[in-house]
């Protein structure tokens, strides 16, 4: 919108927000949490964590006796293949939103 109005530092800004926005997402949605962490984050027991972990409901990307799960890997579906940002990648605010019912 900003560079079709001749406004171009201005779009360059909002790309450069945008893009920052979207890395600091993907770090926090890939982040590896400890088991406690994970537990709290989904509103569960720490030994009701550690046996999804133990059944492989949720992936250990930690090691056997250090355990960590990603935090996407917490809400499986909701990185699904529908939306997807001009890149490839998944449009993960849009897919929560979406299932919010408010995208």
């Known amino acids: 919108m900003y560079r079709r109005r001749g406004m171009e530092p201005q779009a ?9 926005l979207e890395a600091w ?5 890939l982040e590896e949490l400890g088991l406690e962490a994970a537990a709290e ?12 972990v133990a059944e492989n409901r949720v ?3 930690g090691r056997r006796g250090s355990p960590r799960v ?12 529908r939306i997807k940002l001009a890149d490839g990648s ?3 605010a849009g ?8 995208g």
């Open 12 to 20: 360059q800004m909002v790309e450069s927000l945008a893009a920052e």
């Open 25 to 29: 997402w993907r770090r926090w949605w």
């Open 41 to 52: 984050e989904l509103g569960v027991s720490y030994s009701t964590m550690q046996k999804r």
């Open 59 to 61: 992936p250990n990307v």
């Open 70 to 81: 990603r935090r996407a890997d917490l809400f499986p579906g909701l990185s699904g293949e």
């Open 90 to 92: 998944p449009d993960l």
């Open 95 to 102: 897919e929560i939103l979406l299932r919010r019912g408010t």
